[in-house]
């Protein structure tokens, strides 16, 4: 059930995706803004607190309502499946914009490639280079196929029912709207961030080997060891550094942002990105897939012939 219901799901998000402003994530969003508005400088304890009621609570529930609806007939809790990957999934909507990136750039037109990224990754990037523009949606692809994707598969097969997705995405949504610098303090966002970075732990790591073989092994694994301890955020650092390495080109270094340039360490290896190095990374990460895909099929078929 949990291979033929993760298939399902993906092949309804590639021909019908959510939209990033559809309905269903504008309630989850006025929910977690809610929350947050009722801790109004709220401290850390608060956080804490807040995060402990919607994280867990949030998995509880769509586990029993996954046993209630298998007691009633399998079918209807493989529907449930379906329909809570398919919601928590976000593949499909990041590749539009990064092929779209990629198109203008390859048709000589950074100007409209740069307010792509912008909508994309909700910064401002006046002054960027071809090349930053390209470097910055190599990074935004390597880190959102993780979680929107392949993070959200991991917790999926890990957890009964759809409740290790539910929890998965739940957390990193609380992650981005309480931790960011505009949507809350730091105390009161603190806890969310941190809880994102132990869920992320295995995770990561494991997309970041799933990286590193389906590139250039060694130089993945050289930049993952040696880099990505230079990043403020591990998780990330650890995909981007490992999938710098695989495709062969150099991320992070400075970028321009809202007006300023940001100093980062540099992750990867390799040359200058560029619009070759886009369609390289499309490639990396469907073989990703085909890859953990394949994996999940030898196990379900090794359950099956266990029966």
Not at 68 to 93: D, K, Q, S, T
């Amino acid at each position: 059930m949990t291979f033929f219901s993760l298939i399902l799901a993906l092949v309804l998000e590639q021909l019908r995706p959510l939209p990033a402003r559809g309905w269903t994530v504008r309630g989850v969003r006025g929910v977690v803004c809610g929350m947050r508005g009722r801790f109004e400088g709220g401290s850390a304890a608060q956080g804490r607190l807040a995060w402990l009621l919607l994280v867990p609570a949030a998995g509880f529930a769509s586990a029993l309502a996954f046993w209630l609806l298998w007691e009633m007939h399998p079918a209807l809790a493989f529907l449930f499946n379906v329909v809570a990957l398919y919601l928590c999934i976000g593949f499909r909507h990041d590749t539009r914009f990064f092929s779209a990136i990629h198109m203008a750039l390859r048709l000589g037109e950074p100007e409209g490639a740069r307010s792509l990224l912008e909508d994309w990754r909700g910064t401002r990037h006046e002054g960027a280079s071809a090349s930053e523009i390209a470097r910055l949606a190599i990074e935004e692809a390597l880190v959102v196929s993780h979680r929107r994707l392949f993070g959200v598969m991991f917790w999926f097969v890990l957890l009964p029912g759809p409740s290790g997705a539910v929890m998965y995405r739940l957390a990193g949504l609380l992650a981005e709207e309480w931790g960011r610098p505009d949507g809350g303090d730091a105390g009161f966002g603190g806890f969310a961030l941190r809880a994102r970075e132990a869920i992320e732990w295995l995770p990561a790591r494991i997309t970041a080997i799933v990286f590193s073989i389906m590139g250039n092994f060694e130089d993945a694994i050289y930049c993952w060891r040696s880099q990505a301890v230079l990043w403020p955020e591990r998780s990330s650092a650890i995909l981007i550094a490992s999938g710098g390495g695989a495709l062969g080109v150099r991320l992070g270094m400075p970028v321009h942002v809202a007006g300023g340039i940001v100093d980062r360490p540099e992750l990867g290896l390799g040359s200058e990105a560029g619009v070759d190095h886009m369609q390289n990374t499309v490639s990396l990460l469907w073989r990703a897939l085909f890859v953990c895909l394949f994996l999940l099929f030898l196990l379900a078929a090794a359950g099956w012939v266990g029966r």
